[in-house]
C-alpha cells in the first residue's frame, strides 16, 4: 500500500520511514522543504496549518499517518502560544483529514499523547475510556486535533488515534537523554525515595502499533482511539537502575522526600519536569491487546538496552 507520513524527519517518522522500506512499502513523506538533490518521495508542504495544499503529497496514497505537530517548547517565543498550537495541531489535523477524504483515502492514523487524559494516574492506570482531562496547550490541541479528525472523517474515513506516554528509543531527546546522561556520567539522582509507576513506549514497539494499524484489514467498530505502552510499569528509581544496568554503571539513587524535590523544582522553574518524575501516569492498554490483538514486540528491558547501545554508539563516533 501507499502511506503518506507526515512529520517524516522528526524522531517517530524516521523511525516508521524505515521500517516501511523495510517492509517494502510505498510511501510519501510530507516534509517542510526538500534538498535541492532529494528523494523523490520527500514532498514539500511547508508550514502545517488550515491552508496547507496537501493534494500533491496525497496523490495515490490510501492511509495517512500523522505525525507532524507543534510539539513542547521550552522556550516560547510566540505572542499567542494557544493560537499556534491550536492552529497547527488541531486546524492543521482537520484540514488535512478533509482532504484525505476528499482524495480517496481510507484510513487516518493520528499521533496524539497521553497527555489528553491528564499528567497523572493517582493509584490507578490511564485507558482510552478514562476521562479527557488535557493538562497544557500541547495536551488541549492534540485533543482539539483529535476532535477536527473525527469531524472530518464523518464515516467516510477510518480513523485511528494513538495515545502515547514518553517516548524513547534511538534519537530521543529531552528529559529521557538527560537522565541517560546523568546515570552515564555517575551523578547521584534524588529520586531513591520515590515510589511512582510510570508507562514508557519504545519508538520501535509505537512504529509497530503503527504498522499494525496501517497493515490490519479492518479496525474494530466503536474504537478509535488507543493507548500503548511496553506493558511494563517502573518507577523513576527503578528506570534510573535498570539504565545503569544497561550502561555497566552502579547506580546512584539518593533518598530524598517528594515534597523536597517539588520545592527544588519551583526554585529552579522545573517544577512540571520534577512532578513529570515523581508523580505517576500508568496506562492499562488491555483494549490496545485485546481489541488490535496486539501486543509489544520489545520488551521495557530490551528496549532500553538497545537506546543505550544507540547512545555508546553516538559517544565513541563523538570521540
Known amino acids: 500500500?501507499?502511506?503518506?507520513?507526515?512529520?517524516?524527519?522528526?524522531?517517530?517518522?524516521?523511525?516508521?520511514?524505515?521500517?516501511?522500506?523495510?517492509?517494502?512499502?510505498?510511501?510519501?513523506?510530507?516534509?517542510?522543504?526538500?534538498?535541492?538533490?532529494?528523494?523523490?518521495?520527500?514532498?514539500?508542504?511547508?508550514?502545517?496549518?488550515?491552508?496547507?495544499e496537501w493534494q500533491a503529497a496525497l496523490e495515490g496514497s490510501e492511509v495517512v499517518v500523522h505525525l507532524a505537530a507543534r510539539a513542547h517548547i521550552l522556550r516560547e517565543s510566540a505572542s499567542d502560544p494557544h493560537g499556534e498550537y491550536m492552529r497547527?495541531?488541531?486546524?492543521?489535523?482537520?484540514?488535512?483529514?478533509?482532504?484525505?477524504?476528499?482524495?480517496?483515502?481510507?484510513?487516518?492514523?493520528?499521533?496524539?499523547t497521553i497527555g489528553v487524559h491528564g499528567n497523572t494516574s493517582g493509584a490507578g492506570a490511564i485507558s482510552a475510556s478514562s476521562p479527557l482531562q488535557p493538562?497544557?496547550?500541547?495536551?488541549q490541541s492534540k485533543l482539539a486535533g483529535e476532535s477536527a479528525a473525527a469531524q472530518a472523517a464523518d464515516g467516510m474515513l477510518a480513523l485511528a488515534i494513538v495515545r502515547p506516554p514518553l517516548v524513547y528509543g534511538s534519537g530521543v531527546r529531552a528529559n529521557f537523554l538527560r537522565i541517560l546522561q546523568w546515570v552515564d556520567r555517575g551523578w547521584p539522582a534524588p529520586f531513591g525515595a520515590i515510589h511512582n509507576r510510570r508507562s514508557l513506549v519504545s519508538v520501535w514497539n509505537l512504529v509497530d502499533l503503527l504498522l499494525?494499524?496501517?497493515?490490519?484489514?479492518?479496525?474494530?467498530?466503536?474504537?478509535?482511539?488507543?493507548?500503548?505502552s511496553d506493558g511494563e510499569d517502573v518507577s523513576t528509581a527503578d528506570?534510573?537502575?535498570r539504565?545503569?544496568?544497561?550502561?555497566?554503571?552502579?547506580?546512584?539513587l539518593l533518598r530524598v522526600p517528594a515534597a523536597v524535590l517539588?520545592?527544588?523544582?519551583?526554585?529552579?522553574g522545573r517544577r512540571a519536569e520534577l512532578q513529570a518524575l515523581c508523580s505517576s501516569l500508568a496506562i492499562d492498554m488491555s483494549a490496545t491487546r485485546t481489541q488490535l490483538s496486539?501486543?509489544?514486540?520489545?520488551?521495557?528491558?530490551?528496549?532500553?538496552?538497545?537506546?543505550?547501545?544507540?547512545?555508546?554508539?553516538?559517544?565513541?563516533h563523538a570521540r
Open 1 to 52: 500500500m501507499r502511506i503518506l507520513v507526515t512529520g517524516a524527519d522528526g524522531f517517530i517518522g524516521g523511525h516508521l520511514i524505515e521500517t516501511l522500506e523495510a517492509r517494502g512499502h510505498e510511501y510519501r513523506a510530507a516534509v517542510r522543504s526538500v534538498p535541492a538533490v532529494g528523494d523523490a518521495r520527500r514532498v514539500a508542504v511547508g508550514e502545517i496549518g488550515p491552508r496547507t
Open 88 to 112: 497547527v495541531n488541531a486546524e492543521g489535523t482537520g484540514s488535512l483529514a478533509r482532504a484525505a477524504s476528499r482524495a480517496g483515502v481510507r484510513r487516518f492514523i493520528y499521533m496524539s
Open 135 to 139: 493538562h497544557n496547550l500541547y495536551a
Open 212 to 228: 499494525w494499524l496501517c497493515e490490519r484489514h479492518e479496525l474494530p467498530q466503536g474504537q478509535q482511539a488507543w493507548v500503548v
Open 239 to 241: 528506570l534510573v537502575r
Open 243 to 252: 539504565l545503569a544496568q544497561a550502561l555497566g554503571r552502579a547506580p546512584r
Open 262 to 268: 517539588e520545592a527544588l523544582g519551583t526554585l529552579s
Open 294 to 316: 496486539w501486543s509489544p514486540p520489545l520488551t521495557l528491558t530490551a528496549g532500553l538496552e538497545r537506546t543505550v547501545r544507540w547512545y555508546q554508539a553516538g559517544k565513541a
